[in-house]
């Protein structure tokens, strides 16, 4: 029988992920002893099989489209071919690089390569290694939601992980889902030249966004010869006789059906937590929604603390980062800050033309009953956007009625994931859009935008109430 040894550490991080490996950093700058468990491979979703890859690909999709439309700069050129195996090439050797970088922070730690598994809540078994810990932080990702579509897996098909790896590019393109990984790596394989068609069950593409966003990516996406087939309910999968894949669908009662070489299924991804044996534990988890944490980032164990994709709040790399430095400063200090997601949960879309939300949209604030003054600028009427032919989307500025604080911003429009960080600071910073007018934006440029519809706004409420502290 072979022996256990068993180990000590301040804090022991499961998964060394954007989430844990920040939890795991903080706490030893504090001066705890921490050590990682991580299955592998080294490096996490992110820059493996995620946000790095994928946007690497969308590099090249984004550079085949510009080559495509430069005659309306009048610069004229051959149709682009794409190199796919230099395309995949080129991803490999950076994320490589990344993963490389990564590994070497992790190594600088004691690190157990294997499945970990709670015995009791004080003890995490490895392989043959016991680690007792005073505290723990679990990190252990999100996977692929299973696909339970009847027939979808006998016919076969590529999730996101697949579609970051594919030999060759399809010849054909079915993809079942309109979030952020389905409309990004579709804008992609149609930009290299793949016939696609995605069907979703909502009215427009990123269902959880405003109306105006949404919709207005899905026009988007149609122009450049996109299929969205909106309200459409999958049924089954079958194959035909010549090979290809067909999905079955209803779509406002009537029976239809589309075939491709193969299907992308991108709805979503669910809480990793197999395997880690949490009832041992005392951990309360949801198989869907994720392991169960408070504000502090605790579990329902006081010692054990869980961040990132697992804890199935907002699946984004920087709020896995914040809530493992928060779960970190609590472990150490046994302190009880709370995490703030106000800002944090900003997100964005790399879509062309890409999409950004900061604070609340008008859904959110319409489903609080909160009152708000709202402006939109398109980009096809702002200068810099005209003179560098980028004029697809807009910007939107919502604000208090009662002295203009801005309350949320959301972009669809180029640039928007860069432009949205002014945004973040005026929000961070309780600007109202009196002040935002105040602060010097350069000319010509797309940043320049965003005082139009705080200037509209500013008019609407100094025309509304004349006397009111917005003067
Ligand atoms: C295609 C795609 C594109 C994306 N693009 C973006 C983007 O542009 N911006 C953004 O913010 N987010 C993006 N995301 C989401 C982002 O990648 C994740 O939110 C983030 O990486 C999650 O980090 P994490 O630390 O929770 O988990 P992970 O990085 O997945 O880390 C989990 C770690 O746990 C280890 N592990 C799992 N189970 C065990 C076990 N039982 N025992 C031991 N170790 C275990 C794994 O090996 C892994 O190293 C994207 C995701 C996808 C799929």
Same mark, same amino acid.
């Given at each position: 029988m072979e022996s256990t040894n068993t180990h000590t550490f301040d804090l022991v991080v499961i998964g060394a992920g954007s989430g844990g490996y920040a939890a795991g950093r903080t706490a030893r700058d504090f001066g705890a002893t921490v050590a990682f468990v991580d299955? @592998?491979? $080294?490096?996490g979703l992110c820059i493996l099989r995620g946000c790095m890859p994928s946007k690497t690909l969308i590099a090249t999709g984004d550079a085949a489209y510009e080559v495509r439309h430069a005659a309306e700069l009048g610069v004229h050129s051959s149709a682009p071919t794409v190199d796919f195996p230099a395309v995949m090439a080129r991803k490999r050797e950076i994320i490589q690089g990344f993963a490389d970088y990564r590994i070497a922070g992790i190594d600088t730690f004691p690190v157990f390569a294997g499945e970990a598994r709670f015995e009791s809540p004080h003890r995490l078994r490895v392989g043959n290694d016991v680690l007792e810990a005073k505290h723990f932080v679990i990190g252990t990702g999100s996977v692929v939601a299973p696909a339970v579509i009847p027939g979808l897996a006998e016919a076969g098909f590529i999730d996101s992980d697949a579609a970051l790896e594919l030999a060759e590019p399809p010849k054909s393109l079915i993809v079942l889902g309109g979030g952020y990984v389905g409309t990004e790596l579709t804008q992609f394989y149609a930009r290299i030249g793949v016939p696609t068609t995605i069907l979703i069950r /909502?009215?427009? $593409? +990123? /269902? @959880? &966004?405003?109306t105006d966003i949404g919709a207005g990516l899905t026009e988007y996406f149609r122009e450049e010869g996109i299929t969205v087939e909106t309200h459409a309910v999958v049924q089954r999968v079958s194959v035909r006789a010549d090979g290809l894949k067909v999905v079955h669908y209803q779509q406002d009662g009537v029976e239809k059906s589309v075939a491709a070489h193969e299907i992308f299924y991108a709805l979503g991804r669910v809480p990793n937590v197999a395997g880690l044996n949490l009832e041992a534990a005392g951990v309360k988890y949801h198989n869907i929604l994720g392991v169960t944490v408070d504000e502090t980032m605790r579990? /329902?164990? #006081?010692h054990i603390f869980a961040v990132g994709d697992v804890t199935g709040r907002f699946l984004l790399v920087h709020v896995a980062i914040q809530q493992g430095e928060v779960a970190a400063r609590n472990a150490v200090h046994d302190a009880y800050e709370a995490i703030d997601y106000s800002l944090s949960k900003t997100h964005t879309v790399f879509t062309d033309p890409q999409v950004a939300i900061v604070g609340d949209s008008e859904k959110e604030l319409q489903r609080a009953g909160v009152a708000y003054v709202a402006a939109s600028t398109p980009f096809n009427d702002h200068g810099k956007a005209i003179a560098i032919g980028k004029t697809k989307g807009f910007v939107k500025m919502l604000a208090s #009625? $009662?002295? @203009?604080?801005? +309350?949320g911003c959301a972009i669809l429009g180029p640039d928007a994931s860069d432009l949205i960080h002014e945004m973040i600071v005026a929000l961070h910073y309780r600007a109202t859009v009196f002040e935002f007018m105040r602060i010097p934006h350069l000319h010509p440029?797309?940043? &320049?935008? $965003?005082t139009y519809p705080a200037e509209e706004i500013a008019e609407k409420i100094t025309s509304a109430r004349p006397l009111s502290i917005a003067q």
């Amino acid at each position: 029988m072979e022996s256990t040894n068993t180990h000590t550490f301040d804090l022991v991080v499961i998964g060394a992920g954007s989430g844990g490996y920040a939890a795991g950093r903080t706490a030893r700058d504090f001066g705890a002893t921490v050590a990682f468990v991580d299955k @592998g491979p $080294l490096g996490g979703l992110c820059i493996l099989r995620g946000c790095m890859p994928s946007k690497t690909l969308i590099a090249t999709g984004d550079a085949a489209y510009e080559v495509r439309h430069a005659a309306e700069l009048g610069v004229h050129s051959s149709a682009p071919t794409v190199d796919f195996p230099a395309v995949m090439a080129r991803k490999r050797e950076i994320i490589q690089g990344f993963a490389d970088y990564r590994i070497a922070g992790i190594d600088t730690f004691p690190v157990f390569a294997g499945e970990a598994r709670f015995e009791s809540p004080h003890r995490l078994r490895v392989g043959n290694d016991v680690l007792e810990a005073k505290h723990f932080v679990i990190g252990t990702g999100s996977v692929v939601a299973p696909a339970v579509i009847p027939g979808l897996a006998e016919a076969g098909f590529i999730d996101s992980d697949a579609a970051l790896e594919l030999a060759e590019p399809p010849k054909s393109l079915i993809v079942l889902g309109g979030g952020y990984v389905g409309t990004e790596l579709t804008q992609f394989y149609a930009r290299i030249g793949v016939p696609t068609t995605i069907l979703i069950r /909502s009215a427009h $593409l +990123l /269902s @959880g &966004e405003d109306t105006d966003i949404g919709a207005g990516l899905t026009e988007y996406f149609r122009e450049e010869g996109i299929t969205v087939e909106t309200h459409a309910v999958v049924q089954r999968v079958s194959v035909r006789a010549d090979g290809l894949k067909v999905v079955h669908y209803q779509q406002d009662g009537v029976e239809k059906s589309v075939a491709a070489h193969e299907i992308f299924y991108a709805l979503g991804r669910v809480p990793n937590v197999a395997g880690l044996n949490l009832e041992a534990a005392g951990v309360k988890y949801h198989n869907i929604l994720g392991v169960t944490v408070d504000e502090t980032m605790r579990t /329902s164990q #006081p010692h054990i603390f869980a961040v990132g994709d697992v804890t199935g709040r907002f699946l984004l790399v920087h709020v896995a980062i914040q809530q493992g430095e928060v779960a970190a400063r609590n472990a150490v200090h046994d302190a009880y800050e709370a995490i703030d997601y106000s800002l944090s949960k900003t997100h964005t879309v790399f879509t062309d033309p890409q999409v950004a939300i900061v604070g609340d949209s008008e859904k959110e604030l319409q489903r609080a009953g909160v009152a708000y003054v709202a402006a939109s600028t398109p980009f096809n009427d702002h200068g810099k956007a005209i003179a560098i032919g980028k004029t697809k989307g807009f910007v939107k500025m919502l604000a208090s #009625p $009662l002295d @203009g604080r801005i +309350l949320g911003c959301a972009i669809l429009g180029p640039d928007a994931s860069d432009l949205i960080h002014e945004m973040i600071v005026a929000l961070h910073y309780r600007a109202t859009v009196f002040e935002f007018m105040r602060i010097p934006h350069l000319h010509p440029t797309m940043a &320049e935008i $965003l005082t139009y519809p705080a200037e509209e706004i500013a008019e609407k409420i100094t025309s509304a109430r004349p006397l009111s502290i917005a003067q």
